[in-house]
């Protein structure tokens, strides 16, 4: 019998003591299980199993009870991958492995997430299983914003390769091509013979081909070795024909049929050359696209000053600890999360949330990690350090949108992976049929046609469309101030034909303000906000609080109040710097035997806008209106008419009353309202929508709107700063703006043009240059083409792809409420 393996995982949706015995019980009928134990308290299970192969089953068992296992997550830097058939290769390979529950590979960024189940296999294990397939495996580990990434280095070691390849290169092509050409060709003949000429370039070809070339033997025959021939493999091969053949010509030209006896020690060292080329300016392109990431790392201050030992004390940020009080100067990074004590200022967070102007700080405002400080010193308590920070938690939502691989690329990965096969059966047919059919020199054209296909094929190209696209696009997004925390996000967010907005918060700003003042004949309007906001400090009524809100935004003094009564739900009195002032409702006027004359109209007017009318009195006569409502976001109508002339179906959706919601629809533009919606219910009416065939994103602030978000093809939570709910929605916008909902939609389609013209072009140039290098235009044209310019025109491939990526980073934010997108 097999020694037993004891799983240890989480298990969310645990509500009762009930809920953990029948999980247990669900576990126990599983195949191979001995023993199970389930902790409501930990929401953790530990079960043991008679083989490790038993995982899965354990983990389908806990899933069939209605619950959610929680897999261990991994990331591991996968070096040596060069195409989408690397990818497709370890993927599948991670796929077979028992204990490991999905695995996703990224070509762009080099990096395997892995979920897996902890007990049943570890991250030794997983790392042998890759490397098994013939890639290195390594836990990444982030360096510091200023020091160079893996990328960069093998950026240099290309570098370095290529200077050493190309002057010989340029030696052996002067005299190759010298050779054929008049006057130049006569006078090489009169230094050397043609055997000294060969022999110069077979001397100046062997630095290039076993030097600088190294790395396609080493990976290439370890590509081989393992039965799973990549980009790599075709290199080795295309070249070493070359080098083989000329080197067969040089040493024994008489075992060739007459006029097959050509050296192409020209072309081997092109090829080698320019594919080098290739891969250097492809690594240089690579960095840029994760330029993003970087420099959102850049932002991670180093040291910050602290209250310690009755003294301000400079420490690393590694030893700062929630509660301890920092100083920022002006000119200073924020180092963490904090809440200021003391001081004013402005600060600069257009990092962080794609907002151009400085926000005033004061009072108990919150700080972000990574903004700068401008004006005034700030003394402020931290909230949060590390990983929990802002800055932290976006960075690792980029990079998980960055991991996260969309269906179209999944179907990219499958043909890659049979591409570099099928590419060497085309190879292996070009040279037959070329060696049956072909016209004399018969064995000349089958070599160079065959070498051509093997150098032509690009699978790189196709395993790149998609994850540059994505890198470049999710990190230009984020310093928008647009987080895609998934990168399926995108592909769903570019198909969307409805957008539903919740109101309270999201339309509109989220809390009561004044709207409207309006006075009698003969009042001071100043002075009747300044009455009715000192006897509302006596009231804790929301309406109150945002009268006195009007008046501290007026600079308007408050005087002392006295003998206040209050009516629930009716209204205040009291006196008021020696005048009796009452506000409240039209019954409560009545209630105290005030004339509001014609008002009431004025009233009604007010009230069909959503907004609450309220009456002021002074020493018993009528003195004028106050409305307070909760106001729509100032860009709220440009951004519905903007999506609405996109094409896009908009509707609202809040648990207001009916009335007071179409008012705000009105207001915006907006025809369908879907009124007395509970918040539990929201997630249904959006089901509606998809039932009838509409593509939803849902847009809501994240806390009440958790299920219809969830629910919704795309949630995009709408808040600010730290207190954004950051795992509520697949978008997440950094500032309580709406523009940023454009800027997503914009971003997203976008990314996605992007990448199905990377597919248009990468597919395209495979399936237009493999027929033309196989020869199949030669009896028409005469075209045959040259390995060397193969080679280079594959290296093109890839650094177009990249550098067509590369072109979402100029993507602008959208200011202008009327611009177009």
């Not at 020694?3 to 240890?8: Q, V």
């Not at 003294?311 to 920022?328: C, N, Y």
């Not at 093809?713 to 709910?725: F, N, Y």
């Amino acid at each position: 019998m097999s020694e037993t393996t004891t799983l240890e995982f989480g298990i969310d949706g645990l509500m009762c003591g009930a809920c953990a015995a029948r999980v247990e019980k669900k576990i126990a009928k599983a195949a191979g299980v001995v023993s199970s134990s389930v902790n409501l308290a930990t929401e953790k299970a530990a079960v043991v199993v008679d083989d490790a192969t038993r995982a899965c089953g354990v983990f389908e068992a806990v899933a069939a009870a209605g619950y959610h296992p929680q897999a261990a997550a991994l990331r591991l830097d996968v070096g040596g991958m060069h195409c989408g058939g690397c990818v497709a290769r370890v993927e599948r390979a991670l796929a077979k492995t028992p204990g490991i529950r999905r695995a996703t590979v990224n070509l762009a960024t080099g990096r395997a997430d892995i979920a897996y189940i902890s007990g049943a296999i570890d991250t030794a294990d997983i790392v042998s299983q890759i490397e098994a397939t013939g890639y290195t495996a390594t836990v990444p580990q982030r360096a510091p914003a200023d020091e160079p990434a893996s990328g960069h280095d093998e950026a240099a070691a290309l570098k370095r390769d290529v200077l050493i390849a190309a002057p010989f290169t340029v030696g052996v092509f002067v005299i190759a091509m010298g050779q054929m050409l008049p006057g130049i060709g006569t006078a090489l003949a009169t230094i050397a013979s043609p055997a000294t000429w060969l022999t110069i370039q077979l001397l100046l070809v062997l630095p290039i081909q076993f030097w600088a070339g190294q790395r396609f033997y080493r990976t290439g025959f370890k590509e081989l070795a393992h039965g799973a021939p990549g980009m790599n493999s075709l290199v080795l091969i295309g070249s070493n024909a070359a080098f083989l053949y000329s080197l067969a010509v040089w040493l024994v030209p008489g075992l060739f049929p007459p006029g097959t006896a050509h050296a192409y020690f020209d072309a081997a060292a092109m090829i080698v050359t320019l594919i080098l080329l290739g891969r250097w300016l492809e690594a240089v392109a690579k960095g840029q696209t994760s330029q993003a990431v970087r420099g959102l790392l850049a932002l991670q201050a180093r040291t910050a000053r602290i209250w310690q030992h009755e003294a301000w004390q400079e420490i690393t940020i590694d030893g700062i600890k929630v509660e301890d009080r920092v100083l920022i100067r002006p000119g200073e990074r924020v180092p963490v999360d904090a809440c200021i004590v003391a001081g004013r200022s402005t600060v600069d967070e257009s990092m962080i949330s794609g907002e151009p102007m400085a926000v005033a700080k004061h009072g108990a405002d919150t700080l972000i990690a990574g903004t700068i400080n401008q004006t005034g010193t700030l003394e402020a308590t931290v909230t949060h350090v590390g990983d929990d920070t802002t800055l932290a938690r976006i960075i690792r939502l980029v990079e998980d949108a960055q991991a996260e691989k969309p269906a179209i690329q999944a179907i990219a990965d499958r043909i890659a992976g049979v591409f570099v096969p099928v590419v060497m059966g085309i190879a292996a047919a070009t040279f037959i049929g070329w060696a049956l059919l072909g016209p004399a020199p018969v064995l000349s054209h089958a070599f160079v046609a065959a070498v051509a296909v093997l150098l032509i094929a690009c699978p790189c190209a196709m395993g790149l469309a998609t994850p540059t696209a994505i890198m470049v696009g999710t990190g230009r997004a984020a310093r928008l101030g647009v987080l895609f925390r998934r990168g399926t996000a995108i592909e769903a967010l570019s198909q969307v034909d409805t957008v539903v907005f919740d109101k309270t918060g999201t339309l509109t700003q989220g809390r009561p303000a004044v709207t409207d003042i309006q006075c009698a004949a003969g009042r001071d309007e100043d002075d009747m906000l300044a009455r009715i906001a000192a006897l509302e400090t006596r009231s804790e009524h929301p309406l109150g609080a945002a009268i006195m809100a009007a008046a501290e935004d007026r600079g308007l003094r408050l005087a002392a109040v006295d003998d206040v009564e209050i009516e629930t739900g009716q209204g205040i009195r009291g006196q008021v710097a020696g005048a009796l002032v009452a506000i409240g409702s039209a019954a409560y006027m009545t209630h105290l035997g005030i004339d509001i004359g014609p008002w009431p109209a004025e009233a009604n007017r007010l009230a069909a806008q959503a907004r609450t009318p309220l009456y002021v009195a002074i020493d018993g006569q009528f003195a004028g209106l106050v409305a307070v409502a909760d106001p729509v976001r100032a860009e709220a109508r440009d951004v519905v008419t903007a999506l609405q002339a996109a094409g896009l179906y908009v509707a609202m959706l809040t648990g207001d009353q009916r009335a007071t919601a179409q008012a705000i629809a009105a207001e915006l533009g907006i025809t369908r309202v879907i009124a007395d919606v509970r918040p539990a219910d929201k997630a249904n009416e959006i089901a509606a929508l998809q039932q009838d065939a509409h593509r939803v994103a849902f847009v809501g602030d994240g806390i009440n709107d958790a299920p219809a978000l969830a629910r919704a093809d795309v949630g995009i939570a709408i808040g600010t700063g730290t207190d954004i709910a950051i795992e509520a929605g697949d978008i997440v916008l950094m500032r309580a703006a709406l523009d940023g909902v454009l800027n997503a939609r914009r971003m997203a389609r976008a990314t996605m043009r992007t990448i199905r013209g990377n597919f248009v072009w990468a597919y395209g140039y495979n399936a237009a240059l493999i027929p033309l290098a196989a020869g199949l235009f030669y009896p028409w044209t005469g075209w045959l083409l040259n390995p060397a310019i193969a080679a280079g025109a594959m290296s093109l491939s890839s650094v177009f792809v990249l550098a067509h990526s590369l072109r979402l980073r100029r993507i602008k934010t959208i200011t202008g409420r009327r611009e177009t997108y």
